[in-house]
């Protein structure tokens, strides 16, 4: 209980951020009493059960585990089918735990004596400050509490490695620790962060913020390319832990496209990407679930020739150094060595297509490029979360940050370095895959955080520099140009190559390559090099490319203009001129008293994100323009109601009576499950839809007939028909299949609402469902009055919802036993009558099946559904 107490405090606290304990605290608790930690939702509980299996029989068969108690008859290889990185951390965590064992540790007398400071602290106002104890106690958890902390707490390592990313984009402190405190509390970010949130995304958004941050390191300079290693390790970690590893490979892959086009390639760059694909496409393959996809699916194939280029390029460049070749030379060189790459590439693929080499791209991937409705997949598109974003969902996930996006991608345009590059890349994609699926929405939350905290930590730099430039920092001096030494961050040793003098822009000696360079006919001296980058000057590249076309482009200003637009006049007066700096510091001091002063005034109006029991309403007479005075108190106080929102497992939620307005628990759902594992047989088979699945093996503990997972349409098709089908049609189905039938009902999103999605999802692999003539299957819906069509109301699964709630609706308790309702009729249980002992019989029998576990197609074959 306590863990989940503090699963707010978690993620923030260690940003800095004010914290809500004892009010957030009550909201977190309250659906947890009697009750303990529950993760949240449907997935989180098939992860927890999986974590359990690996706990309990080890890493070896939990690969190798076939689950028999969901998707009965055939069941589900689970090791092939799971990306168990999430798994995987909690059970070491929880081994780690076990290893420390109990301890505890003595508070020391110095911190002690803070104590009285502290309170006072508390008492006025500074609730988020922790408590000072006379001791500190630790005792390994339990692997339940591990699995509902892990969100929080790799949400607080997202929020730290997004810091480290903002901090080498922008190279800006400040600019980074905006950007954690930002990433702390956006709720894009929460969707995945709150306790007991056990999904892939919970550690998979941290895994992808890592492996941007260490290949942009690694590309920084030439001399940074062993960090490649590390940035190999974090995306192998980020494919065992989350399918849409995808979206990270390509992202860097076209990163570094990216670099080549815009002449940035160099031997530094090479290596990182060559060690970065080879170290994480070999730890990719080496899970399961993903194999050789890597080199055989469509949408990975892009990396993949990234790579081969980049091998191409370097054997370019080891060609020019040996022939000592001219630009002209070199650059058709080049040419007719990648026109022999696109040729042979081109041969391969037309020879490996015919054989079915390469995979087809899923029906996910392809709603990522057209419109959600035509993904080919109606089950797919079923999907809440597989929608197309829309502006509310933006404005609610992402909330004032967004505003500043635009302002932070122009202060990165100063830099220009390879961070921007990212970032831009970064924020396209972002953009067009949420709008096509609102889930997707979290991956905007790291990047909108990091170019929204650039724009933070360039105001705050601005404001700052004044100040420490009085106080003796040296401000900004013309650089060197006559020592000709190389930037400090040069890795490279200096290429001493002899160039004919008639090839114009071309160094005369090696040295010129890391010097200032200069353009012949301009006589003006021009920077070639970025601030983190040192760019491989070489002759015939894209970069020599880019020189050429600004030095013409020099070379038509006037030399007195050309003088004019330089900005060292500017900062040299800026950073050297004493009344200069004084009136800035002072233009700095009013700024911060402008917008703190109102800040604080509408926090005093809107307190209830500091987290106070009572109203501290002051009356203030300030006139403030500021819109951050209601701005920013009200995204935080936003970002703590999607807070709490979130903080609610779906089988046990809060409610508020209308009539007397107090809250109470409504616990039906986990209620319901308890009940069917309290008074049914041990060996029986629950069949309901498929979202249910997870929550029927992991809490109910009996038999399912299909889980939240896609792997099988089919079976979901078959289910979908099954429910959606005549009373007496049904029953014929199902006496083979299952000894219970549970539906959620009492209104809202419960199955009745879903049943349009069962019927045409069945109609998608049974045309014959909804017939030929009707093909989404609009017969199976409401009218414009809400009372049901003929079809649907024949339908087993509205006889089963509405069973003695609707004038007339009965259902044949010959064939369906009503056994349980819950207290709000929010989950009802049938018992299904007649149920066919030899099928299950059957079913249990060894030599029924293939001699290999992992095949129970004799299972499909026996229990063929006959209308």
């Known amino acids: 209980m306590v863990e989940l107490r503090c699963q707010k405090g978690a993620v923030t606290t260690i940003c800095g951020r004010k914290v809500c304990f004892e009010e957030h605290a009550i909201v977190l608790e309250s659906p947890f009493v009697g009750v303990g930690g529950l993760p949240f939702a449907f997935d989180p509980w098939f992860n927890y059960r999986a974590a359990e299996y690996l706990a309990e029989h080890g890493l070896y068969k939990f690969l190798r585990w076939y689950d028999y108690e969901s998707w009965y008859p055939i069941g589900r290889p689970i090791g092939t089918t799971i990306y168990p990185g999430m798994q995987v951390t909690g059970v070491v965590i929880q081994e780690v735990m076990k290893k420390i064992g109990d301890f505890k540790i003595q508070t020391p007398s110095v911190l002690l004596a803070m104590r009285p400071f502290i309170s006072f602290l508390k008492r006025s106002g500074w609730r988020f400050l922790p408590s000072i104890k006379q001791s500190y106690e630790f005792t ?17 390592y997202a929020s730290v490695f997004t810091g480290l990313l903002t901090y080498e984009i922008s190279r800006s402190v400040n600019a980074g620790v905006a950007a954690t405190l930002i990433m702390a509390i956006i709720p894009a970010h929460l969707m995945r962060s709150v306790g007991g949130e056990f999904d892939n995304e919970a550690v998979a958004v941290t895994a992808i913020c890592s492996t941007f941050w260490l290949w942009l390191l690694c590309v920084r300079t030439p001399k940074h390319w062993p960090i490649s290693v590390l940035a190999g390790l974090s995306y192998f970690y980020m494919v065992a832990a989350w399918g849409g590893y995808i979206f990270v490979i390509n992202m860097v892959g076209l990163h570094a496209a990216l670099l080549v086009a815009f002449g940035r390639f160099n031997s530094g760059v090479h290596k990182a990407y060559t060690i970065f694909y080879i170290v994480g496409t070999a730890g990719a393959m080496q899970v399961p679930v993903v194999g050789m996809q890597p080199l055989r ?36 060189f080049r040419i007719k060595v990648m026109a022999l790459l696109v040729v042979v590439t081109a041969l391969v693929c037309a020879a490996l297509y015919p054989t079915g080499y390469f995979g087809p791209i899923s029906s996910r991937i392809r709603g990522l490029f057209v419109k959600h409705t035509k993904t080919g997949n109606p089950l797919v598109d079923s999907v809440a979360e597989h929608q197309p ?9 992402l909330n004032l940050p967004l505003d500043y996006v635009l302002l932070g991608g122009l202060v990165c345009l100063w830099h220009r370095n390879n961070g921007f590059l990212l970032l831009c890349l970064y924020g396209f994609v972002a953009q067009h895959f949420s709008g096509k699926m609102s889930r997707l929405v979290l991956i905007c939350g790291p990047i909108v955080s990091v170019a929204c905290g650039i724009w933070c930590g360039f105001l705050v730099d601005q404001m700052i520099e004044p100040f420490l430039l009085l106080l003796g920092k040296k401000g900004y001096s013309p650089p060197e140009e006559a020592n000709g030494k190389r930037p400090p961050d040069s890795g490279k ?10 090839e114009k822009g071309k160094a005369k000696d090696g040295s010129d390559q890391f010097s200032r360079s200069s353009l012949q006919g301009s006589g003006v001296e021009i920077d070639w090099t970025l601030e983190e980058y040192e760019e491989d000057q070489r002759p015939g590249g894209a970069n020599h490319l880019l020189r050429l076309l600004q030095g013409y482009a020099y070379k038509s200003i006037p030399e007195e203009n050309l003088a004019r637009l330089s900005d060292e006049p500017g900062l040299l007066a800026e950073d050297n001129n004493h009344a200069m700096l004084v009136g800035r510091a002072i233009f700095s001091v009013l700024l911060l008293l402008y917008v703190h002063d109102s800040v604080d005034f509408a926090s005093g109006q809107q307190d209830s994100f500091l987290c106070t029991t009572q109203s501290t309403q002051t009356e203030f007479k300030v006139v403030f323009l500021s819109p951050l005075s209601v701005k920013v108190p009200t995204f935080i106080q936003h970002c703590d109601q999607v807070a709490r929102s979130l903080s609610n497992p779906q089988v046990v939620f809060m409610s508020r009576d209308k009539r007397t307005g107090q809250s109470f628990i409504v616990d039906d759902y986990l209620k319901g499950y308890q009940w069917i594992d309290e008074n049914t047989p041990k060996d029986s088979r629950v069949m309901a839809w498929w979202d249910y699945g997870y929550q029927i093996t992991g809490i109910a503990k009996r038999t399912s007939i299909a889980d939240g997972n896609t792997w099988n349409h089919e079976h979901i098709a078959t289910l979908g028909r099954t429910l959606t089908s005549s009373e ?3 029953h014929n189905a199902i006496r083979h299949l ?20 069962l019927a045409r999802i069945g ?38 919802c509405q069973h003695k709630v609707s004038p007339g609706v009965k259902v044949n308790e010959k064939l369906f036993k009503h056994v349980h309702t ?13 149920v066919s002992q030899e099928s299950k019989d059957w079913v249990r029998e060894p030599q029924n099946y293939a001699q290999n576990d992992f095949d129970r197609a004799g299972a499909v074959k026996h229990n063929k559904l006959i209308y």
């Open 140 to 156: 390994p958890m339990s692997l339940n509490d591990i699995c509902c902390m892990i969100p929080p707490w790799f949400g607080t």
């Open 297 to 332: 699916s469509v949408e990975q194939l892009g990396p993949l020739m990234v790579f081969i280029g980049y091998q191409f390029l370097a054997f370019c460049d080891w060609q020019r150094r040996r022939r000592s070749m001219g630009a002209f030379e070199f650059a058709f």
């Open 389 to 397: 974003a829309n502006p509310s969902m933006y404005a609610s996930y």
């Open 493 to 502: 040793k200096e290429e001493k190559v002899e160039k004919p003098e008639k």
């Open 728 to 730: 007496k049609k049904a």
């Open 738 to 757: 299952a000894d219970y039938v549970l539906v959620w009902a009492g209104g809202g999103g419960d199955d009745l609402a879903k049943s349009p999605h």
């Open 763 to 800: 109609n998608s692999v049974f045309p014959d469902h909804c017939g030929d003539d009707d093909p989404k299957c609009n017969k199976f819906s409401f009218y414009s009055d809400y009372s049901p069509t003929p079809m649907m109301a024949s339908s087993l699964l509205y006889k089963l």
């Open 822 to 834: 819950t207290k709000h009729g929010l989950m009802r249980v049938y018992q299904v009558m007649n």
